[in-house]
């Protein structure tokens, strides 16, 4: 099981490598972000410098990477039934689940890359984070997006219709999106908003990185992040293997 | 027997809009016996549960009754087995269009139990057995109908299944390609593979299979070797024209004739059913001659599995799409 697990991995990164490009390209809009609105945000506040706005709004960065990376990866999969792909997986020896499974690995591969190049990019402008707290953190991004990537997989097998599926997308992510604070503090938002974000699971990952960053691992958003956002995961991506069990029922 | 089906019925819950359902019969007890070495075809029109059947003893989806055995194992109880026995393709291919080919073989082989080295030989084998080494490390999309359906066939075959399942092969090929596909299939019954077929083209199945189903409305309405089946019918169909007016009395002048097996109108036409045409068209021209009528066209030729399957359901193979 675990071996075909690590040969659809396998197989995935291989097919990732060959048009590195594309997750480039997803690079793109964090890297935007952290160069042409981190410094905005930055002198905005009094006294800000651009290191500690960092430390604030990279943690931002990454859940949005986790997000937006993972969220569209079952577009591909849609595909993949129509021509009869996982079909004829399906009736091959494999081991059905592994064929989410080295999916999602390769999904949270890339997105842990994606994450230390930024993170990498925020030390060269100016960032000092603590280094657990990185390490950590991207432990972190790497759940939030086996959650966004077991949500595409589930949804994909259960709609197979991309224009379904984009419309059910923007639904999920502008909202999740604007009630985590990663442009601004949510602190600064109303209070009925605020209570709202407490619901959002990512509005607390972003909390959570923020201490991480900082150094402050008492704090109670971290436990409350990891127990929220593995479960979670647990939860979608059960649906999508169990959606891959009985691909053609 | 590599394949022993029997009483398989699959039904579907279609929706229907506003919350209504449908219960669909897609299969309808359908029986089949399949031996080791054939070349077994499933014949019928578009709809007529050709595709169930073939999922249902793939493992893709289980059958709502019935049970059926294939290359020695239960499909419901025991898939695991029957797909480690089994190769198939698809109507649509089932290639990933985004990698090159030889990466997808190598893959289905080490999924089905080999070591690297082992599915790199296997690979290059089949690459040069179905002449696609060149196309070898081009994403599959990149390539032609033709390459592709050589390629889900190579791909279903890397672990040397004892039965091959082909879900119609040769739809959307053009004349040279499908009998390409014909030559392969062949090939694999001289290796000793069984390959169950399913096809709506009565050539097809004519000049491949070894015995054969035909089925409509999700039953089996003929079984049979193609030879078989169409004797039973008769040797040869006279279609004779005899002008608009004439046509009905014309039918019941030669069905009164001893030679006649049956005769049946189609379009302005009447088919004549005979055995042993050459012998007897003579008798039935002068039958139409005493009989005071004139013959605006007529000609001889073999019975096809297009008159068993008018026989059987009332309508032609290529109506009924």
Known sequence: MLRHTLLFLGYELKNTLRNPIWPFFGLLQPVLYLLLFAPLVANTTVGGNLGDTLEMFTPGVMIMIALFGSLFVGFGMINEIRNGYLERLAVSPAWRPAIVLGRTMRDMIVLVVQAVLIVGLAALMGMRASVGGVALMLVLMAATGLLASGLSYGLALALRDENGMSQIMQFFALPLILLTGIMLPMSLAPQWMQTVAHFNPLYHAVEAGRSLFNGDFSNISIPLAFGLTLALGALTLTWSVNSMKKLAN | ?321
């Open chain 2, 1 to 321: 027997m590599i394949i022993e089906a029997h009483g398989l019925r699959k039904t579907f819950t279609a929706k229907r809009g506003r919350g209504k359902t449908e219960q669909v019969e897609a299969v309808r007890g359908v029986d089949l016996e399949v031996e080791t070495g054939q070349i077994f075809a499933v014949l019928g029109p578009n709809g007529a549960g050709k595709t169930t059947t073939i999922r249902m003893l793939a493992t893709l989806i289980p059958p709502t009754s019935g049970t059926a055995k294939v290359a020695g194992h239960d499909i419901t109880t025991n898939p695991d087995k029957v797909r480690e026995n089994i190769g198939y393709v698809g109507q649509a291919g089932g290639v990933d269009e985004n990698s090159p080919g030889r990466d997808g073989m190598i893959l289905a082989a080490r999924l089905g139990g080999m070591s690297r080295k082992q599915a790199e030989t296997r690979t290059e084998e089949l690459l040069t057995a179905f002449a696609l080494t060149e196309f070898a490390d081009r994403p599959i999309r990149t390539l032609s109908g033709g390459q592709k359906r050589r390629f889900s066939l190579a791909i279903g075959l890397v672990n040397r299944p004892p039965l091959f399942f082909l879900d119609e092969p040769t739809t959307g090929l053009d004349p040279q390609n499908r009998a390409n596909l014909w030559d392969e299939v062949r090939a694999l019954r001289k290796q000793g593979t069984s390959v169950l077929l399913t096809t709506h083209y009565l050539e097809e199945a004519d000049a491949l299979c070894d015995r054969l189903v035909i089925i409509d409305h999700g039953q089996v309405v003929a079984e049979g070797r193609p030879d078989d089946l169409k004797k039973e019918v008769a040797g040869d169909v006279i279609t004779v024209r005899v002008g608009d007016d004439a046509t009905g009395e014309a039918r019941t002048l030669l069905s009164a004739e001893p030679y006649v097996k049956e005769v049946r109108p189609e379009d302005e036409k009447l088919r004549v059913y005979v055995d042993d045409g050459e012998h007897n068209l003579p008798h039935l021209l002068r039958a139409i001659e005493a009989g005071g009528l004139a013959i605006q066209s007529i000609a001889l030729e073999r019975a096809t599995l297009d008159d068993v399957f008018l026989r059987h359901t009332g309508r032609s193979l290529r109506d009924a799409d």
